[in-house]
């Protein structure tokens, strides 16, 4: 080592410096240096089949104590491209395997040597990310996903049975998932794309054969589909065209409004005037569908089948829930009893837009289910791609946030248009308190959902180009269709197919006012970027059980966004979390906390996600995590979705309870605003872009405690991870607590915080006259840290 930290500032300070240059404490009083480990013997390391970690001259694993009996040594390995007549090829039936020389499948995957004439493997598919491995390779050179024509070495069997159970519970521990390198995303694509393509094959020869049509039985035709929707929806609808009365009709027994002139057809030269929205209020999902429109070579990718067919039998691609899924449906389609169509129509008898629609009702249990959301996550549905929210408002949230200055607001999206990214926006949706007649005088729908196309700076007047989905309402004020401001020249600029069905210029400023968010979705046009998809879980405590986080290796500098989705959180009786993302080097010892790196915001949303980032070469732990369910026994799953430019490596691994705590420290360490306190007692806060408030109080002092009281009873919709809105502590000395986490709670109404704190210094533990009625005394903590909050809120000391 080089250099040494100093323990008061944490500065780290070169050899040849006996004092620390930032605070002047001297360098015998801090850290020692740390020795470099010692090179590796390349030629007696061996990795180990447990836990994958790479060992070094011993008989047992550093990690795990597996033995060394099975594992592999290390040797050079050429990776060899898979092939389509690979004697492993993956559509072999049953994961089986083709033999090269007599072509005969073999469907056990384990044996090496064909059935039919003896002749020997060569060469294994991983079932994990199909890379052709040589048969002697005891995992995959990839992800390392372990062969399967080995068996399972003892030890494994041995630790996974003793692991069956974690203690104090009953619930089986889930396995956590094997390390996974990100890949390219067009190749992932054609992956899911020739497996449906075998699955749309075999149903098609079925109906054939049959002389039938398909009938979803996963998404049947029934009320149950339709879903509820409540009655003042529909009060002033007719009874038999309520949703209950509705009928599944075919294509070729719907009236549509262009009659016969057209014939059905899946796609007939689509654009976005094809979408013409029905009595569902999902136009947060259809004006992210006119952006997509937008976009041919984005639209063909969604849509798997490209032609209409008598069976009825349709392929959809979607990134539900931040997993990329093939979803089959039928050509059933609800109406009304005049047998025309009750929700989204596609314009000139084409079915890509009834089925887009059809196929995200069935993921998320019926049609009921897509009222109301953001444009935001109708973009990530579809592409699957990162997505940035930018807010346009002024309140507690976004006071400080670069995001209100409208400049700045300017810059992006010049930035994003640049780009080419995708961006929607919303109306009327946030906390900025206008009558919807505000709206309706200039043209606009509250509570709205718009596509944004342009950003155009023209002789010093910034435009913005949108795309109401309705096709109809559009802009009223300056640089409307109508304006005098408009000359000969800039019409040809500006609007060279002239006027088009629900899309508008207006100015910037008032695209400012009136609206309150844009999604911009960062689908980009550079070949090359990778993708990886971990399924994960967010548990309401962090016992030794439920400690999860995401080790995340990167071998080269590399941009890295990561977004966090949880699972099912469109559906119904199902509530959002309030999600968030930390990003921290792995400290010297494996699985501990080191320097902060990044954060997302927390909020209660479908997902959440992270700036773009270029990470340095090392490892890094991703904490994901969500509080305003703690103290339930709901642990719900979600999925971490990571976008590089470069390939990297991630892996789910158990840490201890204590990591959680250790990343959100890192993360006040790092941003937290510093209330003024006594000599020794520093409490540090973030209550911006946080959901909530996040409140810390470090002891600096070496012989006395320090006592603090936080009152948050002022503050309305909020959960506390402490279970009460008052709490009370003894910190003991060179210690430091995470005293309470405010959560907003219910997403559909604005929250707020206030928070007042007292502190004492005391030479005595126990919060004694601190203690209300009832509480023991000599208790140092009221609530009482149980089991469940023990590792979050328990006292950290501040040098380990």
Same mark, same amino acid.
């Given at each position: 080592?080089?250099?040494?930290?100093?323990?008061?500032?944490?500065?780290?300070?070169?050899?040849?410096?006996?004092?620390?240059?930032?605070?002047?404490?001297?360098?015998?009083?801090?850290?020692?240096?740390?020795?470099?480990?010692?090179?590796?013997?390349?030629?007696?390391?061996?990795?180990?089949?447990?836990?994958?970690?790479?060992?070094?001259?011993?008989?047992?694993?550093?990690?795990?104590?597996?033995?060394?009996?099975?594992?592999?040594?290390?040797?050079?390995?050429?990776?060899?491209?898979?092939?389509?007549?690979?004697?492993?090829?993956?559509?072999?039936?049953?994961?089986?395997?083709?033999?090269?020389?007599?072509?005969?499948?073999?469907?056990?995957?384990?044996?090496?040597?064909?059935?039919?004439?003896?002749?020997?493997?060569?060469?294994?598919?991983?079932?994990?990310?199909?890379?052709?491995?040589?048969?002697?390779?005891?995992?995959?050179?990839?992800?390392?996903?372990?062969?399967?024509?080995?068996?399972?070495?003892?030890?494994?069997?041995?630790?996974?049975?003793?692991?069956?159970?974690?203690?104090?519970?009953?619930?089986?521990?889930?396995?956590?998932?094997?390390?996974?390198?990100?890949?390219?995303?067009?190749?992932?694509?054609?992956?899911?794309?020739?497996?449906?393509?075998?699955?749309?094959?075999?149903?098609?020869?079925?109906?054939?054969?049959?002389?039938?049509?398909?009938?979803?039985?996963?998404?049947?035709?029934?009320?149950?589909?339709?879903?509820?929707?409540?009655?003042?929806?529909?009060?002033?609808?007719?009874?038999?065209?309520?949703?209950?009365?509705?009928?599944?009709?075919?294509?070729?027994?719907?009236?549509?409004?262009?009659?016969?002139?057209?014939?059905?057809?899946?796609?007939?030269?689509?654009?976005?005037?094809?979408?013409?929205?029905?009595?569902?209020?999902?136009?947060?999902?259809?004006?992210?569908?006119?952006?997509?429109?937008?976009?041919?070579?984005?639209?063909?990718?969604?849509?798997?089948?490209?032609?209409?067919?008598?069976?009825?039998?349709?392929?959809?691609?979607?990134?539900?829930?931040?997993?990329?899924?093939?979803?089959?449906?039928?050509?059933?389609?609800?109406?009304?009893?005049?047998?025309?169509?009750?929700?989204?129509?596609?314009?000139?008898?084409?079915?890509?837009?009834?089925?887009?629609?059809?196929?995200?009702?069935?993921?998320?249990?019926?049609?009921?289910?897509?009222?109301?959301?953001?444009?935001?996550?109708?973009?990530?549905?579809?592409?699957?791609?990162?997505?940035?929210?930018?807010?346009?408002?002024?309140?507690?949230?976004?006071?400080?946030?670069?995001?209100?200055?409208?400049?700045?607001?300017?810059?992006?999206?010049?930035?994003?248009?640049?780009?080419?990214?995708?961006?929607?926006?919303?109306?009327?949706?946030?906390?900025?308190?206008?009558?919807?007649?505000?709206?309706?005088?200039?043209?606009?729908?509250?509570?709205?959902?718009?596509?944004?196309?342009?950003?155009?700076?023209?002789?010093?007047?910034?435009?913005?180009?949108?795309?109401?989905?309705?096709?109809?309402?559009?802009?009223?004020?300056?640089?409307?269709?109508?304006?005098?401001?408009?000359?000969?020249?800039?019409?040809?600029?500006?609007?060279?197919?002239?006027?088009?069905?629900?899309?508008?210029?207006?100015?910037?400023?008032?695209?400012?006012?009136?609206?309150?968010?844009?999604?911009?979705?960062?689908?980009?046009?550079?070949?090359?970027?990778?993708?990886?998809?971990?399924?994960?879980?967010?548990?309401?405590?962090?016992?030794?059980?439920?400690?999860?986080?995401?080790?995340?290796?990167?071998?080269?500098?590399?941009?890295?966004?990561?977004?966090?989705?949880?699972?099912?959180?469109?559906?119904?009786?199902?509530?959002?979390?309030?999600?968030?993302?930390?990003?921290?080097?792995?400290?010297?010892?494996?699985?501990?906390?080191?320097?902060?790196?990044?954060?997302?915001?927390?909020?209660?949303?479908?997902?959440?996600?992270?700036?773009?980032?270029?990470?340095?070469?090392?490892?890094?732990?991703?904490?994901?995590?969500?509080?305003?369910?703690?103290?339930?026994?709901?642990?719900?799953?979600?999925?971490?979705?990571?976008?590089?430019?470069?390939?990297?490596?991630?892996?789910?691994?158990?840490?201890?309870?204590?990591? &959680?705590? #250790?990343?959100?420290? @890192?993360? $006040?360490? !790092?941003?937290?605003?510093?209330?003024?306190? +006594?000599?020794?007692? %520093?409490?540090?806060?973030?209550?911006?872009?946080?959901?909530?408030?996040?409140?810390?109080?470090?002891?600096?002092?070496?012989?006395?405690?320090?006592?603090?009281?936080?009152?948050?009873?002022?503050?309305?919709?909020?959960?506390?991870?402490?279970?009460?809105?008052?709490?009370?502590?003894?910190?003991?000395?060179?210690?430091?607590?995470?005293?309470?986490?405010?959560?907003?709670?219910?997403?559909?109404?604005?929250?707020?915080?206030?928070?007042?704190?007292?502190?004492?210094?005391?030479?005595?533990?126990? &919060?004694? #006259?601190?203690?209300? @009625?009832? $509480?023991? !005394?000599?208790?140092?903590?009221?609530?009482? +840290?149980?089991?469940? %909050?023990?590792?979050?809120?328990?006292?950290?000391?501040?040098?380990?």
């Amino acid at each position: 080592m080089t250099r040494w930290a100093c323990v008061q500032c944490t500065l780290e300070n070169g050899l040849d410096s006996s004092n620390c240059a930032a605070c002047g404490l001297s360098k015998d009083q801090s850290r020692p240096t740390i020795p470099q480990r010692p090179p590796r013997n390349v030629s007696n390391s061996w990795d180990c089949y447990s836990c994958s970690y790479r060992n070094e001259g011993r008989l047992t694993c550093e990690m795990c104590d597996a033995p060394k009996l099975g594992s592999r040594p290390q040797t050079s390995v050429t990776i060899k491209a898979t092939s389509s007549s690979s004697e492993t090829s993956p559509s072999s039936n049953g994961g089986g395997w083709n033999c090269m020389k007599c072509k005969v499948i073999n469907n056990d995957v384990t044996v090496l040597d064909c059935h039919q004439c003896q002749q020997k493997r060569s060469m294994w598919n991983c079932p994990q990310c199909t890379l052709e491995n040589p048969i002697g390779r005891a995992k995959c050179e990839a992800c390392a996903t372990r062969n399967p024509t080995r068996p399972k070495p003892p030890s494994v069997a041995a630790s996974s049975a003793a692991k069956a159970k974690s203690p104090g519970t009953n619930e089986v521990e889930e396995p956590f998932s094997p390390r996974v390198k990100s890949d390219f995303m067009e190749h992932l694509r054609t992956v899911d794309e020739q497996k449906a393509n075998e699955t749309f094959r075999r149903i098609i020869e079925f109906c054939r054969s049959n002389r039938s049509n398909f009938v979803d039985d996963g998404f049947s035709p029934t009320e149950k589909s339709i879903g509820r929707f409540p009655d003042d929806e529909f009060a002033q609808v007719p009874n038999r065209a309520r949703p209950k009365n509705l009928l599944w009709v075919r294509p070729a027994e719907i009236y549509t409004k262009d009659g016969r002139r057209w014939r059905w057809s899946v796609f007939n030269n689509p654009s976005p005037t094809d979408i013409e929205q029905g009595v569902l209020g999902n136009c947060w999902f259809l004006s992210a569908l006119a952006v997509i429109a937008e976009r041919p070579d984005l639209l063909e990718h969604i849509v798997l089948t490209k032609h209409y067919y008598a069976e009825g039998v349709y392929q959809i691609r979607l990134c539900v829930d931040g997993a990329w899924q093939i979803i089959t449906v039928d050509d059933h389609l609800p109406c009304y009893q005049n047998h025309t169509m009750a929700f989204t129509v596609g314009r000139r008898n084409q079915l890509w837009v009834p089925l887009i629609e059809k196929a995200l009702a069935k993921v998320f249990g019926s049609y009921a289910t897509l009222r109301a959301g953001r444009s935001v996550e109708g973009l990530a549905l579809l592409t699957g791609a990162p997505c940035e929210f930018v807010s346009l408002e002024r309140d507690s949230e976004t006071t400080n946030d670069e995001t209100y200055d409208h400049d700045m607001v300017w810059v992006k999206l010049l930035s994003a248009r640049e780009a080419t990214f995708l961006m929607g926006c919303s109306c009327g949706a946030g906390r900025r308190q206008l009558p919807e007649s505000a709206y309706e005088k200039v043209g606009l729908l509250s509570r709205h959902a718009y596509s944004l196309l342009d950003v155009k700076e023209v002789n010093g007047a910034r435009l913005i180009r949108l795309r109401n989905p309705w096709g109809q309402f559009v802009w009223k004020g300056a640089w409307s269709d109508k304006s005098e401001l408009w000359t000969p020249e800039l019409r040809r600029v500006l609007m060279p197919d002239g006027p088009q069905s629900g899309v508008f210029w207006m100015p910037f400023e008032e695209f400012c006012y009136f609206f309150d968010s844009v999604d911009i979705c960062k689908v980009r046009r550079v070949v090359g970027w990778k993708e990886l998809r971990l399924p994960g879980v967010l548990p309401p405590h962090w016992l030794d059980s439920h400690s999860q986080v995401t080790r995340l290796i990167v071998n080269e500098p590399t941009e890295v966004s990561l977004t966090l989705f949880q699972e099912g959180s469109r559906r119904e009786n199902t509530d959002q979390l309030d999600l968030m993302i930390l990003v921290v080097r792995e400290g010297f010892v494996p699985k501990s906390v080191g320097e902060f790196v990044l954060k997302s915001k927390r909020t209660v949303a479908a997902f959440v996600g992270t700036k773009d980032t270029f990470l340095p070469a090392g490892s890094y732990l991703v904490v994901s995590c969500s509080f305003n369910h703690w103290g339930t026994s709901h642990v719900p799953k979600s999925v971490l979705a990571v976008h590089s430019s470069k390939s990297v490596v991630a892996e789910n691994i158990h840490a201890p309870p204590t990591v &959680l705590a #250790d990343a959100l420290i @890192a993360l $006040v360490l !790092k941003e937290g605003r510093m209330h003024s306190a +006594l000599p020794g007692c %520093v409490p540090r806060y973030i209550s911006h872009g946080i959901g909530g408030l996040l409140l810390v109080m470090d002891n600096l002092m070496e012989d006395a405690c320090v006592q603090i009281q936080v009152d948050c009873s002022q503050s309305k919709n909020v959960v506390s991870t402490r279970g009460s809105m008052v709490m009370a502590d003894t910190i003991p000395p060179m210690h430091r607590q995470i005293v309470v986490i405010l959560s907003h709670f219910e997403p559909s109404q604005s929250y707020f915080v206030m928070h007042r704190i007292t502190h004492r210094v005391t030479g005595h533990a126990g &919060l004694r #006259d601190w203690a209300p @009625a009832g $509480v023991d !005394k000599n208790a140092n903590h009221d609530p009482p +840290l149980n089991e469940f %909050v023990h590792g979050l809120h328990s006292p950290r000391p501040l040098f380990i």
